[in-house]
């Protein structure tokens, strides 16, 4: 089962909103732990294990942010956000082969606006090649 209970829901996201506070306040390594002991407590809520990793990849963590990033995908295959922190996971830790295979993993679901956008903006932000310039 994937979910968290409804009584549990709002204290989850109150939880992670102050994980992502603290790794805006540079504290990842506090986030980290904060969302460990989330994933304790909802071992099969994928979007517990898709934040877990965010914040252990933004501590230097790569290999348990990865796990917890395959965990989240392994509970929710279908889910974009999962897929795309997953992505992010990987591609943080160097591992972008393995980061384009969860992006196609993901393309047998369905189309996704959200790498459809990332790949956009990788497209804006290539330099493009000047003409040479003959004289």
Do not use: C
Request: glycine share 6%; hydrophobic share 40%.
């Amino acid at each position: 089962m994937n979910q968290i209970p409804d009584q549990d829901a709002e204290r989850v996201l109150g939880t992670i909103r102050e994980a992502v506070h603290q790794i805006e306040e540079g504290h990842a390594a506090d986030a980290a732990q904060t969302m460990k002991a989330l994933v304790d407590e909802f071992p099969d809520a994928s979007l517990v294990h898709s934040y877990a990793a965010w914040a252990l990849s933004q501590a230097g963590s790569h290999r348990e942010a990865m796990e917890h990033g395959r965990v989240a995908v392994r509970l929710s295959p279908e889910s974009e956000m999962s897929s795309i922190m997953l992505f992010r996971v990987l591609w943080s830790a160097g591992e972008h082969g393995q980061a384009f295979d969860e992006m196609k993993r993901l393309e047998k679901y369905g189309h996704s606006e959200e790498y459809a956008q990332l790949m956009q903006e990788w497209n804006e932000g290539k330099p493009t090649e000047e003409p040479a310039n003959e004289e």
